[in-house]
């Protein structure tokens, strides 16, 4: 077995991790170390001469030289990171797996004191406000240590932090098959903090059979009481008469205002249930667990809720944002090829909002998570790509929740490819085209608007579209005439002043504009519908 101690620097995981190597005759590796024997330099002369990324570089190379989890029963090493090893996913995804993970977290004051002492320059700390300097790092790192299977809070001698520290040792090599960070281990935590007395899972066939029915057992297990409630599939779930009748059932099981509902499912599923959520008894408590990768990297963050009308998607809804959101990317594997392929495009979108190392991933790896590469899921790939869109959404949430903030900054950015996207699905009567297969042709026609406006430089706007292609993705010429998609994106949600905000692509991220001419959206339009590449 192996341990992993994580934390801000001057935590103590090199103190802590000597004396527990030593305890239990264990290998002490300290990464920072091995960066340094590796490359003859000081951490502070890379950081000097080379700069951050070159060390970062240099710490991915040490984490994958680590090799798999040790997986002998008794402790074999200790592994002492850098403080900002893990903010880099792929790190995370190799260290915390299949290890003990621990997170010595420490009062900001007393680090800053603590660094003061030590012999060892800390770049990022260094020239700075100790004390400043370190709870600015905590506030950006917290979410990443968070992670980690323990955490260790407050301020402590060595001694008593080992002891914390092989305690919880002991539980996991008395009981080798424990878990942590499964759908089911998570839920059970986010329950038992909201101090619930049963969970209302709310599924679908298809979703409940792959991935509900094993939580729900393992729930049982736990010790909770669960009722289970299904909807239809897909889209057929997001119909006021399926949340009426699903409200009807609630209410003869007497759910109370303080039993939450477990969204089980994917994104239609969980734009349903958090709709019915946020209306019975004036609103319950929502806990998402999004089992597609679209859902996962956008449909279950951010507190959207929404049922469809004949008229358009997503019209009847509220904000309701969720208890807490639960994500397993393993669950994503045996997803339907068509289904892996069309939530790329959510992705994308997110890369063309600004995010160049979203943009890399996806063009170096996206073709192998449309195939189902098992390297994909098994080297961090898809869990990087799902963190990145994840977290990005729920920082423009924080700022915009209701998308009432002015210009490109806020929650409307989060729109870009959506609207004629929208109007797609809705001419295609929400049953023929994949959510993320319409916002692909929605991309295309922004793009292309964009272009024709001098908003999107021909150049991104031509990585956009070849991203796409690379994919797969808005490559086939559509049935549906431009008048019926024109008279559905009337109806768009993002009218203001009688005008649509439209979400353009830029050099590097978004503009919102409401003076696009008419003809330059028909011509879009039209294109779209045609699969002609974007000039």
Sequence with gaps: MDLILVGLPGSGKSVVGKRLASRHK??????????????GRSIPDIFAEDGEEAFRALERRAVTELGPADEASNLRRVIATGGG??????????????RLSVWLDGRPEVLAQRLRRSPNVRPLVTGRDPIGAIRDLAGRRERFYGAAGMRIAGVRDVASVVEAVEARLADDLADPDRTDGDAASELHDALRRMEARRAIVVSEPCAYEAAGSAIVERLATLGWAVETVMLPQGESAKRLAVIE??????????????EPIVAIGGGALGDAAGFLAATYLRGIPVIHVPTTIVAQIDASIGGKTAVDLPEGKNLVGAFHQPSAVVIDTAATRSLPGRHRRAALAEAVKMAALGDERLFDLLESGGPAIARGDAPAWDRGLVAEMVERCAW????VVMTDERERAPGGTGRISLNLGHSLGHAVEAAAGYGDLLHGEAVAYGLRAAARIGVALAVTPVERAGRITGLLDRLGLGVDPLPYPVTTVMTHLAADKKHHGGRLRWVLPTATGVEIRSDVP???????????????ATR
């Design 392 to 395: 990005a959404k729920v920082e």
């Design 26 to 39: 264990a290998d002490f590796v300290d990464l920072d170390e091995r960066i340094v024997e590796g490359d």
């Design 245 to 258: 009748t699903a409200a009807m059932d609630l209410a003869r099981r007497r759910v109370e205002r303080s």
């Design 518 to 532: 008419d003809s330059v959206v028909h011509d879009a339009a039209e294109a779209m519908l045609a699969a002609e």
């Design 85 to 98: 090893t893990v903010v880099d996913p792929r790190n995370r995804w190799s260290l915390y797996r299949d």
